[in-house]
């Protein structure tokens, strides 16, 4: 099965994200809250662009029902964890907010994805979304296994990835991934299994970059812009 094969693919790394730091911390309710708006305002800016690469998807499925699956994850999925970002937000409003600007992490990770929305094969690109459901699902339960519910600051998060509605999704997800799967070339498989392993990668990396608040290293955002003679 195609599905086995990725997730076999990926072992290592799905291990090295629930060890990040910023996941066994969320766990513990001891992550700074500076490193946890920083990672939703990335996040919110991820999901605009996710957002815009399962429609460019969905356009592409020929599958009335894969289509119209894959639209739905556009709109309501999309809607409930951004208003979980402004909840957090909103309690929040006393820290010092970073600019609205994509992270090098982010910026990556939202190109890949669009990249192949737009180019690659349709079952790459669904392969390379299915990561975002998949991985923050396996976070999702290992952590809500592990934190303390009455007293971690983020266990609206926690509840959010770990709940059965979160669930019904990603099965979906992947069950529109095994159908592709099944009816693939062997090429084609391996180029899936190939698009889920780097976009599990950009999962780890996201949250590695929010814990360390990454940003760009270079240029200054309060040059004045060149001008000619």
Aim: proline letters at 2%; aromatic letters at 10%; one cysteine or more.
């Amino acid at each position: 099965m195609i599905f086995k094969k990725m997730c076999n693919a990926v072992d290592s790394i799905i291990n090295e994200i629930h060890n990040q730091k910023f996941n066994q911390e969320l766990a513990e309710g001891t992550l700074p809250k500076e490193k946890f708006i920083h990672y939703l305002i990335q996040d919110s800016l991820y999901l605009a662009d996710f957002s815009k690469a399962l429609a460019l998807t969905a356009a592409r499925l020929s599958d009335n029902n894969q289509a119209q699956q894959f639209i739905q994850f556009s709109l309501e999925a999309i809607k409930a964890e951004r208003s979980l970002h402004s909840q957090y937000l909103e309690k929040n409003t006393l820290l010092k907010i970073p600019a609205i600007e994509q992270s090098p992490a982010c910026f990556m990770y939202t190109n890949y994805i669009l990249k192949t929305a737009s180019l690659a094969s349709i079952e790459e690109a669904v392969a390379s979304l299915l990561p975002c459901f998949w991985v923050y699902r396996e976070v999702g339960k290992n952590i809500s296994l592990k934190q303390n519910a009455k007293n971690n600051p983020y266990k609206e998060w926690i509840a959010l990835y770990s709940s059965d509605q979160f669930d019904v999704s990603v099965n979906s997800a992947i069950n529109i991934t095994i159908e592709l799967g099944n009816v693939a070339s062997d090429a084609i498989k391996e180029k899936m299994i190939s698009a889920f392993v780097k976009a599990t990668k950009l999962e780890w990396l996201f949250w590695n970059s929010a814990y360390h608040q990454e940003e760009w290293l270079i240029g200054d955002k309060n040059n004045v812009a060149c001008t000619t003679a």
